[in-house]
């Protein structure tokens, strides 16, 4: 952003700021920078890191990711569930759900709520394929005849990974969703027929709007939504009479303590920095190094501000379209991924506090990390040799090779998320290192939703994007297996041997063996490359002093914000 545009930022978020004064200043609020809008906030087609927080605090889940445990921990849920396993290749997970869970209607939230979100996943014309993806695993619920709150989930598979991911799905109410019960005579199965029913059922959940009328579907969390103004402001209010509330002892899953969570939409990072200075908000997440080393150093801010950091699950990763006919080739991906100055990147951009990782694997979990393998290193030498191995010919043209035919050139594109300092300075710096070895780059900035669905449809090239990750369960198979090609693996790799290890991975319950599996597969992505990690990130979290102590995660977003006890704003 240049300087002009920058200073029209500025003003323009100042008259913002001032017709939201009044959410500013509300006591007991704790005010969240955003980069940008969460998009979509229907509950079962989460697509942003935004639009998955703010889930988490309108919708219960059976269980939540706890990161201090190294496990789920019961949300909804009683207790972690019991296991019964039948045959070979299925099992039952059961569950039951807290007695003194309520929707906001004071009816109880009961198994046939499970029942129900379970078929509005599997809804045929809905866009919920990323859901099934994750979650087709779970074939049918079995009520319990003399608990309304108890049941079963039937699950092919008898992965312990399984038996944790069956409760990390937001639970919605049927009686709001389907006030008639309709869908209470079919199994979960019949829901991908095209029967009357089920139609009828689909265009009257996409008639809701829930990706912009989330308060159409109340979730049974502590926060209900007050207002959204799309790329500006979203504000939630903890609700006066929820249902944890008469627990005795609530469990750190059920603390809720800021009565107002307001979520500001400020897209350039130094502005984010003003405001937080200024006290227009509270808290800045995931900032970037150099602001955060700025504000440390600063006396006047250390009197203001708290900073933390904590090692994330959250990489950043060079991502190949593989159906492009440059890239086809793993020889070709090696060759780009050589380009890359990770070193120097981490440097530049991270201040040095990040971690280099040879896949999707973080180093932290030793276990599973396969330290086998050399980490990616500059080196445009080995880059030209590895293309000339697949075939590429250098001349005064370029780099070209004959293939079906027809000539290819190597000139390609690389896509991200535009207005993102780390992202803009790895693409400046891979096309610098590409020209010197004559291969045109083309940068591509783009606005974070149009780069969302160009994805999808496969229309980039070469891409940046940061990947978000957990310790506890290891499923690949939404963002790399064959089978979600036409989802949500935007690189389009797949062959029968990384499909096999990905299903292996999820089914083995021996840790010895799932180590073994884990790190071949790391070995397979190694060696074929439909993307690269360049680093692990740390989160970088500065904010207020009235906030007290902000409890940090390595999980996204990298603060727990109903951990946080604010003291009121001055006024």
């Known amino acids: 952003m240049n300087r002009i545009q920058s200073g029209l930022f500025l003003l323009l978020w100042s008259a913002l700021a001032a017709c939201s004064a009044s959410v500013s200043s509300a006591p007991d609020a704790v005010r969240i920078r955003w980069a940008r809008d969460p998009e979509n906030l229907d509950p079962l087609i989460v697509k942003t890191s935004g639009s998955l927080e703010i889930n988490n605090l309108l919708h219960c889940s059976l269980l939540r990711a706890d990161e201090q ?126 029967l009357p029913v089920v139609q009828q059922f689909a265009q009257r959940y996409l008639a809701a709007q829930l990706a912009r009328h989330p308060e159409r579907v109340p979730g049974c969390s502590a926060y209900q939504l007050q207002s959204w103004q799309p790329g500006r402001q979203l504000t939630l209010v903890r609700k006066p009479n929820w249902w944890a509330d008469k627990l005795l002892t609530p469990p750190p899953a059920l603390r809720a303590f800021p009565r107002r969570i307001n979520f500001q939409i400020i897209p350039d990072a130094a502005t984010a920095v003003l405001a937080l200075r200024r006290g227009d908000i509270d808290l800045y997440s995931l900032m970037p190094a150099p602001e955060f080393a700025r504000l440390q150093q600063s006396p006047t801010d250390r009197e203001q501000l708290r900073f933390s950091t904590a090692d994330s699950y959250e990489c950043l990763t060079a991502n190949f379209n593989t159906r492009k006919p440059q890239l086809q080739d793993r020889l070709t991906r090696q060759a780009l991924t050589y380009l890359f100055d990770v070193s120097a990147l981490i440097k530049a951009t991270q201040l040095g506090q990040a971690t280099p990782s040879i896949g999707l694997i973080s180093p932290r979990i030793k276990r599973y990390y396969n330290d086998s393998l050399p980490p990616l290193t500059y080196s445009p030498a080995q ?184 003291t009121p704003v001055k006024p």
């Open 383 to 566: 880059a030209t040799r590895l293309l000339k191995q697949a075939g590429w010919q250098q001349s005064e043209q370029g780099w070209t090779r004959a293939s079906g035919g027809s000539t290819q050139q190597l000139r390609l594109s690389i896509s991200y998320r535009a207005g993102e300092p780390a992202f803009e300075t790895t693409a400046l710096q891979f096309r610098s290192a590409a020209a010197l070895l004559g291969i045109p780059i083309e940068l591509r900035p783009t606005e974070a939703s149009l780069l969302s669905r160009q994805l999808l449809q496969g229309e980039t090239e070469i891409s940046l994007r940061n990947m978000n990750g957990q310790p506890f369960a290891y499923d690949f198979t939404p963002i790399l297996h064959s089978g979600s090609t036409k989802l949500y693996n935007t690189t389009g790799f797949g062959t029968p041997a990384s499909d096999h290890l990905i299903e292996a991975i999820a089914q083995e319950n021996n840790l010895t063996k799932k180590a073994k599996l884990l790190r071949q597969f790391q070995r397979v992505l190694y060696v074929e490359r439909p993307l690269a990690v360049l680093y692990f990130l740390q989160y970088r979290i500065a904010a207020a002093r009235r906030l007290g102590t902000v409890p940090v995660s390595g999980l996204m977003p990298g603060y727990i914000v109903t951990d946080i006890r604010p």
């Open 69 to 194: 445990k190294g496990d789920f921990t019961p949300w909804l849920a009683e207790a972690l569930p019991g296991v019964t396993r039948i045959g070979d290749s299925l099992m039952l997970v059961s569950y039951r759900i807290r007695p003194e869970a309520t929707w906001d209607n004071g009816a109880p939230v009961l198994a046939r709520d499970v029942a129900f979100t379970l078929k509005t996943m599997h809804c045929a014309g809905l866009p919920t394929e990323m859901a099934q993806a994750r979650f087709g695993f779970v074939l049918d619920l079995r009520p319990d005849s003399t608990d309304p709150r108890r049941f079963s989930l039937l699950c092919r598979g008898q992965s312990i990974d399984f038996v944790r991911s069956s409760g990390d799905f937001s639970i919605l109410p049927e009686y709001v969703l389907d006030p008639q019960a309709t869908l209470r005579g079919l199994a979960v199965a019949d829901m991908g027929k095209n």
